[in-house]
């Protein structure tokens, strides 16, 4: 199956950035929609960022307009700019993938990376 691993975690202060990276392997040759979830200690597993394979996105309310996700189809790697990140950002950030069309929601994507720390301090 597919093989999904997260990497570009880290410790921030508010007002800074990161970039999550998520490299897939395995059987990629298929078309996948590929996305973003978070979860924070304490609360449900939340949706980030989706990316069709033509590139076409969508966002949380939440993150829109701080955070930006892209892909690269050719190397088989999806990306999270996250900016200006504030404390409430604070989770285990999962890559997520799913043959055909994503969504917002977790239950219908297959793969699942293991997911990367990023805090972000006050």
């Known amino acids: 199956q597919v093989q999904l691993v997260e990497s570009g975690g880290g410790l921030v202060q508010a007002g800074g950035s990161l970039r999550l990276s998520c490299a897939a392997s395995g059987r990629t040759g298929s078309s996948y929609a590929m996305g973003w979830f978070r979860q924070a200690p304490g609360k449900e597993r939340e949706f980030v960022a989706v990316t069709g394979w033509s590139g076409v996105t969508n966002y949380a309310d939440s993150v829109k307009g701080r955070f930006t996700i892209s892909r690269d189809n050719a190397k088989n790697i999806m990306y999270l700019q996250m900016n200006n990140l504030k404390p409430e950002d604070t989770a285990v950030y999962y890559c997520?993938?799913?043959?055909?069309?994503?969504?917002?929601?977790?239950?219908?994507?297959?793969?699942w990376g293991q997911g990367t720390q990023v805090t972000v301090s006050s």
């Open positions: 997520a993938a799913v043959r055909g069309a994503g969504s917002k929601w977790a239950s219908t994507y297959d793969y």
